[in-house]
């Protein structure tokens, strides 16, 4: 909900300032914190002989991630089709039901609320369901996504479709431009910058998804991995395989994100990066 | 034109008690607006009579919450009076609007932010029913820019215009209609003073040269009466036009109109009468 009130606030607020002037640029201290954080945890495990399948340090870790390599790369490759296959059903099935509820408005305002409980159902308790309906392949794991990925999709949407200022509506409705008109020409691309809030919401609902998933039932991926090496207490492998989800989410949101400044270079700039215009 | 010349002859031939007068360009009578206000009705307009001639420039001045954008919106037939009838050129004005009879332009610019400046002011022209070929319309558009002083910033997207340019191009975006009426409900309320004034010179500079029918919408004494030809003062409670002033000041009008008497005249009757149309009902 919070991606919406930022999107509304700041819509008109698109300031761009140079980047000249700053002294330290963010990435460095991004890094330099997560430098710190590494040091002090691998201090930490020494000091205090933690014992590894407890916590391990991140030397382990990185030692893990070498030696499986192969078998994480794999794990890594079925569970990133399965985010991106769901988050594209996803996506569809957010933006449809937007455009479903806005296009057919008496309609929509029955569909609305049963969307909203749909919502408060918890998705994650439907995992083992959809196994069972759809097996241990691919399927029950988008279906997965798609469910618990499409509500920030729809929701964004629709406040995008729905904050077309009111005098430019009747300033076409008054010189007879039809509602189906007005739905493709000004609301669909106002809502844009929306939508691209609602998917990057939806990305990384599509991750945890994607590993839910995996847990409930799977023969492969990252989550089937992470699932393996704790029934055999190997919490560096564990460890290992987070590494490669969280990078994996990582690099999905910047796809998207990276999505939304080459089709919506209009988009509000509201996240923490400085752009140049 | 001959779209106009049937138009005007038609109150003539079938509306008896218009016949004695020249018809009025807009003609608004016994104009009376009911909203519901949490399931109650409250009146927001109440007997407005209204005549604007053909090619005049007048104004609607009176204090917040009087109904004066109400009326414009009843003029520009985005709302239906619940009492009264509105002609705009000899048609109900949801009508001319269809048309492209009305211009409109708002407070806020309103333009589309992945849009540029001549896409913009083409918009609403490409949106029309029955519109032009797109290039008919670009061409209207970019007419219209260099009209309002803006070539030069065609391919500009609204976020690197001004306030003044943006405005501009809202202005320009009206006129692509190629409207015989100009409706205009506080254009340049958002801008600063001197942008206000460029404005002002920019907007009768378009009037003398299109010879348009112009209802302005403003909240400012002097925008007021450099503008118009008539200013109508709307008092609150009932909302309701209090006196209409025809402002006889020389034309062409220019900076020189600020310190005619008719202009301090006028200024001082305008002020008395808002401040007393402040303090509630006569």
Same mark, same amino acid.
């Given at each position: 909900?919070?991606?919406?009130?930022?999107?509304?606030?700041?819509?008109?607020?698109?300031?761009?300032?140079? *980047?000249?002037?700053?002294?330290?640029?963010?990435?460095?201290?991004?890094?330099?914190?997560?430098?710190?954080?590494?040091?002090? $945890?691998?201090?930490?495990?020494?000091?205090?002989?933690?014992?590894?399948?407890?916590?391990?340090?991140?030397?382990?870790?990185?030692?893990?991630?070498?030696?499986?390599?192969?078998?994480?790369?794999?794990?890594?490759?079925?569970?990133?089709?399965?985010?991106?296959?769901?988050?594209?059903?996803?996506?569809?099935?957010?933006?449809?039901?937007?455009?479903?509820?806005?296009?057919?408005?008496r309609?929509?305002?029955?569909?609305?609320?049963?969307?909203?409980?749909? /919502?408060?159902?918890?998705?994650?308790?439907?995992?083992?369901?959809?196994?069972?309906?759809?097996?241990?392949?691919?399927?029950?794991?988008?279906?997965?996504?798609?469910?618990?990925?499409?509500?920030?999709?729809?929701?964004?949407?629709?406040? =995008?479709?729905?904050?077309?200022?009111?005098? !430019?509506?009747?300033?076409?409705?008054?010189?007879?431009?039809?509602?189906?008109?007005?739905?493709?020409r000004?609301?669909?691309?106002?809502?844009?910058?929306?939508?691209?809030?609602?998917?990057?919401?939806?990305?990384?609902?599509?991750v945890?998804?994607?590993?839910?998933?995996?847990?409930?039932?799977?023969?492969?991926?990252?989550?089937?991995?992470?699932?393996?090496?704790?029934? /055999?207490?190997?919490?560096?492998?564990?460890?290992?395989?987070?590494?490669?989800?969280?990078?994996?989410?990582?690099?999905?949101?910047y796809?998207?994100?990276?999505?939304?400044?080459?089709?919506?270079? $209009?988009?509000?700039? !509201?996240?923490?990066?400085?752009?140049v215009? | 034109?001959?779209?106009?010349?049937?138009?005007?002859?038609?109150?003539?031939?079938?509306?008896?008690?218009?016949?004695?007068?020249?018809?009025?360009h807009i003609?608004?009578?016994?104009?009376?607006?009911?909203?519901?206000?949490?399931?109650?009705?409250?009146?927001?307009?109440?007997?407005?009579?209204?005549?604007?001639?053909?090619?005049?420039?007048?104004?609607?001045? =009176?204090?917040?919450?009087?109904?004066?954008?109400?009326?414009?919106?009843?003029?520009?037939?985005?709302?239906?009076?619940?009492?009264?009838?509105?002609?705009?050129?000899?048609?109900?004005?949801?009508?001319?609007?269809?048309?492209?009879?009305? =211009?409109?332009? !708002?407070?806020?610019?309103?333009?589309?932010? $992945?849009?540029?400046?001549?896409?913009?002011?083409?918009?609403?022209?490409?949106?029309?029913?029955?519109?032009?070929?797109?290039?008919?319309?670009?061409?209207?558009?970019?007419?219209?820019?260099?009209?309002?002083?803006?070539? =030069?910033?065609?391919?500009?997207?609204?976020?690197?215009?001004?306030g003044?340019?943006?405005?501009?191009?809202?202005?320009?975006?009206?006129?692509?209609?190629?409207? /015989?009426?100009?409706?205009?409900?506080?254009?340049?309320?958002a801008?600063?003073?001197?942008? *206000?004034?460029?404005m002002?010179?920019?907007?009768?500079?378009? $009037?003398?040269?299109?010879?348009?029918t112009i209802?302005?919408?403003?909240?400012?004494?002097?925008?007021?009466?450099?503008?118009?030809?008539?200013?109508?003062?709307?008092?609150?409670?009932?909302? *309701?036009?209090?006196?209409?002033?025809?402002?006889a000041?020389? /034309?062409?009008?220019?900076?020189?109109?600020?310190?005619?008497?008719?202009?301090?005249?006028?200024?001082?009757?305008? *002020?008395?009468?808002?401040?007393?149309?402040?303090?509630?009902?006569?």
């Amino acid at each position: 909900m919070s991606e919406i009130m930022a999107t509304g606030t700041s819509i008109t607020g698109d300031i761009r300032s140079a *980047r000249s002037g700053r002294p330290v640029p963010d990435a460095i201290l991004a890094l330099g914190l997560m430098v710190v954080v590494t040091v002090a $945890w691998e201090l930490a495990i020494r000091l205090f002989h933690v014992p590894t399948f407890v916590l391990p340090a991140p030397s382990a870790i990185v030692r893990q991630l070498i030696e499986s390599r192969a078998r994480l790369a794999s794990a890594a490759m079925s569970t990133a089709v399965e985010i991106f296959l769901g988050f594209m059903l996803a996506s569809l099935t957010g933006v449809v039901i937007a455009l479903v509820v806005v296009r057919f408005e008496r309609f929509g305002r029955a569909l609305y609320p049963l969307i909203v409980l749909f /919502q408060n159902v918890p998705k994650v308790a439907l995992a083992p369901i959809f196994i069972l309906w759809f097996g241990f392949d691919l399927a029950p794991k988008i279906v997965l996504i798609v469910v618990i990925a499409f509500f920030p999709v729809t929701i964004d949407m629709l406040a =995008g479709l729905q904050s077309v200022e009111p005098s !430019f509506v009747a300033l076409m409705e008054s010189v007879g431009a039809s509602r189906g008109k007005i739905l493709m020409r000004v609301r669909i691309p106002h809502s844009l910058p929306y939508l691209m809030a609602g998917l990057k919401v939806a990305i990384t609902f599509s991750v945890i998804g994607a590993i839910v998933g995996e847990f409930a039932g799977a023969n492969q991926g990252l989550g089937y991995v992470i699932e393996f090496a704790s029934t /055999q207490l190997d919490t560096p492998l564990i460890f290992a395989a987070l590494v490669v989800v969280s990078v994996l989410g990582l690099a999905f949101y910047y796809l998207v994100e990276l999505a939304e400044r080459v089709l919506v270079p $209009w988009a509000p700039k !509201f996240d923490m990066h400085r752009r140049v215009a | 034109m001959s779209v106009l010349s049937v138009a005007q002859a038609l109150p003539a031939g079938d509306v008896s008690s218009a016949a004695t007068v020249a018809p009025a360009h807009i003609d608004a009578r016994n104009i009376a607006v009911d909203f519901l206000l949490e399931g109650r009705r409250q009146r927001v307009l109440n007997g407005i009579n209204l005549a604007v001639p053909k090619g005049s420039f007048v104004s609607l001045i =009176g204090p917040s919450g009087c109904g004066k954008s109400t009326l414009l919106k009843v003029l520009a037939g985005l709302i239906t009076p619940t009492e009264g009838q509105v002609t705009v050129d000899g048609i109900p004005p949801h009508e001319a609007a269809k048309r492209r009879v009305i =211009g409109l332009a !708002f407070q806020d610019a309103t333009l589309l932010p $992945w849009k540029n400046a001549l896409e913009n002011a083409a918009f609403l022209l490409q949106s029309a029913d029955g519109s032009l070929s797109n290039a008919d319309s670009i061409a209207k558009a970019a007419a219209m820019l260099k009209l309002v002083d803006l070539d =030069g910033v065609e391919r500009k997207m609204p976020s690197q215009l001004s306030g003044g340019m943006r405005q501009r191009v809202a202005i320009a975006r009206a006129l692509a209609l190629d409207p /015989q009426v100009l409706l205009m409900d506080e254009p340049f309320g958002a801008l600063d003073a001197i942008t *206000r004034e460029e404005m002002c010179r920019c907007l009768l500079d378009i $009037w003398e040269r299109t010879g348009k029918t112009i209802v302005l919408v403003t909240h400012s004494i002097d925008e007021a009466i450099f503008l118009s030809r008539e200013v109508h003062v709307m008092g609150t409670s009932p909302a *309701r036009i209090i006196e209409s002033l025809p402002i006889a000041l020389p /034309q062409p009008r220019s900076d020189d109109s600020f310190s005619e008497p008719t202009f301090k005249a006028a200024e001082k009757r305008l *002020r008395a009468l808002l401040f007393e149309s402040k303090r509630g009902p006569a």
